[in-house]
């Protein structure tokens, strides 16, 4: 909402000076959000005056159209004698109402006018366009024409109203009330403490029988719909400079007088209106839903089908207008006026129809969303619209057309009402002291709530009434809220919380941290994304038709339609960060990423809605908890580019699957979790080049269960071609729950021994198909208690240990807790070891 710091001032006396910043100030100390203030003009430096155009001299030599005018300024150039200025426009004649800026002016952008030989003859001036004035941006329809009644020699800057400063205000939801001047001048009142000169306060005329037929058939889409008649209106009738000037800075742009009359009583009171030719409206005005197959076109030429659920407004021949959110073109008040001379049809029409209506916030809603057609109307009525304002606006809208247009005001007056009562709320006087914790007693609280329109009665118990523009307030603590903030925010108290001992942070959140400091000291930055993904990404990804990561939650009201799901998996958003990243010239990524991911239940339940005023009860914790998707936490990594980067100190290599492999077992050992790393096949990753990420799990009685908790490799080509990612990208995902599952909450410290370590070396050659982490468990079975820790240092294939077979050499380290080991031990360890792997795997230790 912009707000014209002029326009404001003729609602609350505010000082003179107080500038735009300083209201500022208030406002958002009173709860407002004013983004910024405007100062329009500032740079403007006159004399720019009001001029008469007296002579126009055609100069044909020059390719384009080149006028030497004499301007009529009076005494503003200080000789009365006329102007003589060059001009290129030609929309103007002798005899019309020009701005001229005379030599030594400043215009907008730094812009300086100064006597100049241009085009053979000496131009003294200029006149100007909207444009060139900073109040339009209609330069290529020429000079702006002023209305004939505007003496020669009036300052322009001041008639124009060129020097102001605007508030930008972004109003959120609940404060739909601040989208006009009654609403933000009710709020600055209440901030300096002044008193408020409501504009809606007009003496309405009671509802007869003689006014314009409406029916309302949906009564809880329509609550109430005012209808008013203006006849007679001058078809030569403009909007006057100030009306103009005023939609303008508001960020409105002027059409024609009725238009912009309704556009300014909207702004002006909060009320949307309409107004219809009355000649193209056929009978009664109807409210009702929109039946199935029917069609409209609304003012911006689209003809549009409507939904059943759509709240239109009708005469009889059917729809004429999307209620709260634009009119139709067949009943539009047309820029011409006039009687045809031929057959006396009115082509425009001098008389109209005035609706002013409440309409239901969701209703409108759903329809602006459902057509894609937000105007300034819906986001009004969706945002709640005063229902008792609808009255007054009509009547303002009257007596506007009857000052400027000269029309008549028909004393029919049509009024549609659905019974309603005041919404009243019990609140005890000091719940807000409770709420802020701050002593405010209930003289405070009265007068808070009187302040915004509230009617208060009791003592220790307050029977507070709410004021009909403010449907935000529901409960006692909105009217708390209320009372704090406009005592300020800014003076409650600042006080840290004490929470009892004993409740630090879960295993689960410990984890958490561990896992994320680890992977930042690997070299991995954290890139979280956001949980919405599309449906279409698990194709991109290669996921078999049942793969159960297909089988996702889906929003009622998504963010974007384009992403209408929760995630299953946290790649399509890492990797879209990756490829991102890889564009703006980021080659060399490692990212990481800890999440949740939804799963849906096989029997989904609805969610019931808490209590706000108590603790819910554990049962209702238990039903919502029972309600919502499954949400495991999943951990991610990708790479792509160098993982070790080349210089002085020699070559690097590139990011390759073993490094994803490698975060894997970072994130394993920080919950102290043996992880088994085994060949596997899944999805986005490459058939030859994918892990799987096995870990043991406990049974009741000491069994155990092997389990698969994620993969890590390189991705597939197609997947990456698709994606649109560095060749040769990387990933990993796991179950992080799992994993800490795995690890039963108990993290083994290291057992660290004084006595010095006995290293061998072993290289094994086995079947190619046998995979390394079988080999290391049967080592590892045979060498003893004695081993302390194996490595697979080298991997080798070729002729030397022929076809489908490969080396696999470990470096194993032994040590005793009480005793140096001898030489003799650590070999006896070693045979044995090998020998369980000659038995087990087919092992053949090599160049035996």
Known sequence: MRVPLSWLREYVDLPATESGRDVQTKLISAGLEVETVEHLGADIKGPLVVGRVLTIEELTEFKKPIRYCTVDVGAANSTGEPQEIICGATNFSVGDKVVVCLPGAVLPGGFEIAERKTYGRMSRGMICSSSELGIGDDGAHGILILPPEHEVGTDAIELLELVDEVLDIAVTPDRGYCLSMRGVARETATAYGLTLRDPALLDVPQPNTFGHPVVVSDTYGCDRFTARTVTGLNPEARSPIWLQRRLQKAGMRPISLAVDVTNYVMLELGQPLHAYDKHRVQGAIGVRRAQPGEKLTTLDDVERVLHPEDLVITDDRGPIGLAGVMGGANTEINGSTAADPETGEVAGSTDVVIEAAHFD???????????????????????????????????????????????????????????????????????????????????????????????????????????????????????????????????????????????????????????????????????????????????????????????????????SDEEPALRTTLLPGLLGALRRNDGRGSRDLALFETGLVFQPRERQRIATRLPVDRRPSDEEIVDLTEALPVQPRHLAVVLAGAREQAGWWGGGRPAEWADAVEAARIVARETGVELTVRAGRYGPWHPGRCAELVVRLDGAEGEGTEQVIGHAGELHPGVVKTLGLPDRTCAMELDLDRLQEASQGVVQAPWISTFPVATQDVALVVDAAVPAADVEAVLREGAGGLLESIRLFDVFTGEQIGEGRKSLAYALRFRAPDRTLTVEEASAARDAAVSLAAERVGAVLRGA
């Open 361 to 559: 916030p969701v209703a409108i809603a759903r329809a602006a969303r459902r057509h894609k057609l937000s105007s300034e109307a819906s986001r009004r009525f969706e945002r709640g619209v005063d229902p008792q304002a609808a009255a007054a606006a009509a009547q303002r809208t009257v007596d506007l057309l009857v000052l400027l247009a000269a029309g008549t005001a028909d004393p029919g007056v049509t009024e549609v009402a659905a019974p309603t009562v005041p919404r009243t709320i019990t609140i005890p006087a000091d719940h807000p002291d409770q709420v802020a914790g701050v002593a405010y007693g209930r003289e405070t609280v009265v007068r808070r709530l009187q302040q915004i329109g509230c009617d208060v009665l009791g003592q220790d118990e307050l029977e507070v009434t709410v004021p009909s523009w403010r449907p935000d307030l529901g409960d006692p603590n909105d009217l708390a809220e209320e009372v704090i903030r406009l005592e300020g925010y800014e003076n409650l108290p600042a006080t840290l919380p004490r929470p009892p001992a004993g409740r630090g942070l879960t295993e689960r959140q410990r984890l958490h941290r561990r896992v994320g400091r680890a992977l930042a000291g690997a070299g991995y930055v954290e890139a979280p994304n956001y949980p919405f993904i599309s449906e279409s990404v698990f194709d991109q990804l290669g996921l078999d038709a049942g793969d159960p990561a297909r089988r996702v939650v889906t929003l009622v009201n998504p963010l």
